[in-house]
């Protein structure tokens, strides 16, 4: 509910469905897609701050901790066999798809290896994302063991969130985010980078951010986005603790400040995208 004229109603709820759906197997393009089944939950919206209680700007949700998908073992091999979404992995190429369009329900059970609450995600909630990675083929069949590990970690391209996709605001104001091919083309970054390019930001969405990159200083704010949450602010980076007892993650970066302006302008413009583009037929309701 985006429009500032409307109020909330004790006993609105949020419902959210998912659909499982397979392509049908008829070659005619007008053919329905195959519905294997359905999940879903509703909540309580919550009160908004304003003492009205008239929905007026959205507040940017809190910032959070994202970590690095990177293995125990600093080596390209380590790395290949880690969970792929779209089949950067050959053992996994079947499953995931080599350039999907379109979530795969298969990944919530292939990610389970990086959600791992001894690496990756702390049962803590500490950790908001998990970030999945790669080298670049310019540095693939590298001898990185004969390097120190922060030059392995330098190497690596950021693609996408286990749940989400990832953006990053560089100094010059220019915005990133990684291809199409290399990461899930998801709703809310289709959104997000329409309305940068009608802004007429500078937007590259033809590589990959880098490590490389954020050493060198040129990154200034990072966000995550999807369609349940939107944007999300990062406040930090992180490389999961190296095993053995007493280990502790390394932060690989911090937002130099906590006004995320690129972000909460971001945020804004899609919030008021919404409001242009709403209306009632588009607002369901449910009441006790």
């Not at 499982?20 to 005619?28: E, F, I, K, M, N």
């Not at 089944?37 to 509703?42: D, K, P, R, T």
């Not at 899930?184 to 930001?201: D, K, S, T, V």
């Amino acid at each position: 509910i985006c429009s500032s004229n409307l109020q909330y109603y004790e006993g609105t709820q949020t419902l959210m469905l998912t659909i499982l759906w397979t392509p049908s197997s008829s070659t005619q393009q007008s053919s329905a897609p195959l519905v294997r089944g359905h999940a879903a939950f509703a909540a309580s919206a919550p009160q908004p701050p304003s003492s009205n209680n008239i929905v007026d700007e959205p507040h940017l949700p809190p910032p959070i901790t994202a970590c690095l998908a990177i293995p125990n073992q600093l080596t390209p091999e380590a790395l290949s066999v880690l969970p792929r979404r779209h089949g950067m992995n050959l053992n996994l190429q079947r499953q995931v798809g080599s350039s999907a369009s379109a979530k795969v329900s298969s990944w919530c059970r292939i990610r389970r290896p990086l959600e791992d609450p001894n690496r990756y995600k702390p049962s803590d909630g500490s950790v908001g994302e998990v970030i999945l990675v790669r080298q670049p083929e310019t540095e693939r069949g590298t001898n990185i063991m004969t390097y120190p590990n922060d030059n392995f970690i330098e190497t690596l391209e950021l693609l996408e969130g286990l749940i989400s996709n990832l953006f990053v605001v560089y100094q010059d104001g220019s915005v990133r985010t990684a291809p199409v091919g290399l990461v899930l083309p998801g709703y809310a970054r289709h959104l997000i980078l329409q309305e940068l390019n009608e802004r007429g930001m500078k937007v590259d969405s033809s590589k990959p951010p880098t490590i490389q990159d954020m050493r060198d200083g040129l990154w200034s704010e990072v966000f995550v986005t999807s369609a349940i949450r939107l944007v999300v602010p990062v406040e930090r980076i992180i490389v999961p603790a190296a095993t053995g007892a007493g280990a502790v993650p390394h932060v690989l970066w911090e937002a130099p400040n906590d006004e995320y302006r690129a972000t909460k302008m971001i945020q804004s413009a899609m919030y008021q995208r919404g409001c242009s583009q709403a209306t009632v037929k588009h607002i369901v309701t449910l009441h006790d």
